[in-house]
C-alpha cells in the first residue's frame, strides 16, 4: 500500500492530468454527441464544436487550476493565468476545428464513397483529435500557463 501512495504521490501531477483531461474529453465527446444527435453532423463538426470546446475550456480550467497544478494565484496573476489558459485553448480548439473539417469535410466524402457511416467517421475523426488536443494543452499547461516559480 506504502509503495502505491509513494508512486501517487510521486506521480500525481501526471496522473491528475490524465484523470482530468480524461474527465474533459468525455465531457468534450458526449456534447459532440448530443449535438450529433439533437441537430445533426453539419451542426456537430461546426458551431456545435466550438460550443463544446468552449464549456470544456472552462471545466478544463477549473480542474486544472484546482486538481491537476494547484494553482494558488490570486488577483491579477490568476487573471493572467486564466488568459493564458484560454489562449492557449483557442489555438488548441483551432486545431481540433482544423482536424475535423479535414477529416469530415476534406476526407469524409472519400470514406463515405467507402460505405463508412457519417456519423461514426465523424465521431472517430473527433476523439483522434482529442488526442492531439490533449497532448498539446498538457504542454501548453505544463511549460507555460501553471509554470512552478
Known amino acids: 500500500m506504502q509503495k502505491l ?14 484523470f482530468f483531461g480524461g474527465v474533459a474529453t ?64 483557442i489555438a488548441t480548439m483551432v486545431m481540433d476545428q482544423l482536424i475535423i473539417w479535414l477529416g469530415v469535410s476534406v476526407l469524409g466524402p472519400a470514406v463515405r464513397f467507402a460505405a463508412a457511416d457519417p456519423k461514426l467517421w465523424a465521431m472517430g475523426v473527433k476523439l483522434f483529435s482529442q488526442v492531439v488536443v490533449i497532448l498539446s494543452n498538457y504542454v501548453f499547461s505544463k511549460l507555460f500557463i501553471f509554470k512552478k516559480k
Open 5 to 18: 501512495k509513494d508512486f501517487i504521490k510521486k506521480y500525481y501531477e501526471g496522473l491528475a492530468y490524465l
Open 26 to 89: 468525455l465531457l468534450n465527446l458526449v456534447v459532440f454527441a448530443v449535438f450529433q444527435a439533437a441537430f445533426g453532423t453539419d451542426f456537430a463538426t461546426g458551431l456545435g464544436n466550438v460550443l463544446d470546446n468552449i464549456l470544456c475550456i472552462l471545466f478544463a480550467y477549473w480542474t486544472n487550476r484546482t486538481f491537476v497544478f494547484k494553482s494558488t494565484n490570486k488577483g491579477k496573476a490568476a487573471l493572467a493565468e486564466f488568459g493564458q489558459f484560454v489562449s492557449c485553448r
